[in-house]
């Protein structure tokens, strides 16, 4: 396991954006999975930058998203897929190869999971997946107590993560109760991981997550065992990992 510190939420940023470039987007025909939420929102702003500078290039990359939330409307605000609209698709040109996100309301869910299963196996896999971290240590929407043999699935959101989203849905009571999410085991199947970490929020479940037990109690343990994970911090929320 590599771990980077860096100093504030700027660098790591920009060392998150470069390092995707570096093991995603120079070899043509990769396979990366990104995430969503608050961290990795300085990364695409800068990949963005990059891409809109002619630095990289996304149009032989094929991208998975690893999560969507169950029942909402697709063009709801607040899906997955309308947040990597806003982060990233509408400010570069030319788009991914490919592009795959859980519909946040399927005809069929279970058909869903397996066709985006499907999808991540016709692809030959992940090189990379770009991972945050929960503060109750879940990775995708793998919630504590999830087996590690998930492939895609139905996730029932914890309550702290239905918490940690109620200001954004006005109030817990609206943040939708399941997700789709990818599995522990289509995550540790990609050849690299890149894990980050901002925020002093984040500091103790880190601690727990990389020097703890390997547990599904903390679902983000099992990164310990990725032969290949890369852990990029910030400062604050590295406070207790030296
Ligand atoms: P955050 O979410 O980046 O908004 O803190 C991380 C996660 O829940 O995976």
Redesign the pocket.
Known sequence: MDVIVKPDYRTLSETAARLVARWSLVEPGSVVML?T???PKGMYAELAQLAAAGLIDFSSVTVFSLDEYLDLPEDDERTFRRYMMRHLWNKISPGPAAWHIPSSRPADVQAECQAFDRKVAESGGADLAVL???ENG?IAFNEPGTPWDRTTHVAELAPQSRRGEAERFGGVEHVPKQAITVGVKTIMRARRVLLLASGEAKAEVLYRALKGPITTDVPASVLQLHPQLTVLVERAAGAHIG
């Open positions: 995430p939420g608050n961290t945050g971290i929960g879940h």
